[in-house]
């Protein structure tokens, strides 16, 4: 099969997990680690920004990537989580279907409202194509994990939001997983109201929340905010992620967010990706920067 009829089948670099397709063929995801599930976080890559902050942010990224591939262990699966591009331009999404697609490992790539600039998500999808048969938003089960993916970006102007069909599809999907589970949810803008004043915040995450509250360990990973800041709300973790591009402001630190021009030799401490891994339900990050 070639690779382009492959991708079209299951979305390999768009919405799919369940198989993948790798030097060694076409295996499935949960077969290419053993032991505890581990997996790498990466995001915000603002494919063709050109400004100060980073003036060459495929090279971070083509650096990131390089980094991901050297390690002897692959993860299980990587995921993106939103603003592939900067400005949702075919020439953008092309080269971060390039890049993105010399990944070893099995990839995901949800939307930032940066990949929605052009007449919303539509682009976006034909490019790196919803999991076959959902509407972007979708689950999956592997090694005793129960994986979210979730979309709170539909367009650049409607962001922060989940939706009526959205937040009933969770509660279905959640109604049939046990509560001792582990769960891991996957998004682009926080959840939580981590910052409202700038849009850090989901309007109606707190219902998604409420749902996964009663679970023993819940870890909700996102992008959208360009460096690392972990909260707790009872049983369940937040953590946002470094970008692959450029950093920004601390919430408050700055009248309001945007790229964070740093001097060259700083850049590369505060970008890069995560790892994660489950030991007994909980969730080990560590942060990995390219400096």
Known sequence: MKRGDFLGHVGWTGAGIA?????????????MTSG????????????GFHLPANPDVA?????????????????????????????????QFDLGKQLLGTLKAPTIVL???????AGGLKPFYANFPAKSGTDGWFS????????????????FENMGKLGNDQLGWLQRDLAGVPKSRPVVV???????????????????????????????AVTVLNGHIHQVIEHTEGNIRFATANATAYPQPSPGKAPKPGPLALPPDQLLHVIGYRTIEMHAGNATTHNVTLG
Do not use: C
């Open 186 to 216: 996957f998004a682009h803008v926080p959840l939580y109201a981590l910052y409202p004043e700038w849009g850090w915040t989901t309007e109606d995450g707190s219902k998604a929340l409420s749902m996964l509250a009663g679970f023993d």
């Open 111 to 117: 939307p930032g409202e940066h990949d929605a600039l």
């Open 19 to 31: 198989y993948a397709l790798t030097a060694g063929g076409i295996v499935r995801a949960a077969d």
């Open 59 to 91: 090279g971070t990224l083509k650096k990131t990537i390089g980094l991901i591939n050297a390690l002897p262990n692959q993860p299980s699966f990587v995921i993106h989580t939103g603003d592939v591009t900067h400005l949702s331009k075919p020439e």
């Open 140 to 155: 999956w089960e592997a090694q005793g994990v129960h994986y979210v993916a979730l979309v709170n970006v539909f367009d």
């Open 36 to 47: 505890d599930p581990y997996f790498i976080q990466i995001s915000d890559s603002h494919l």
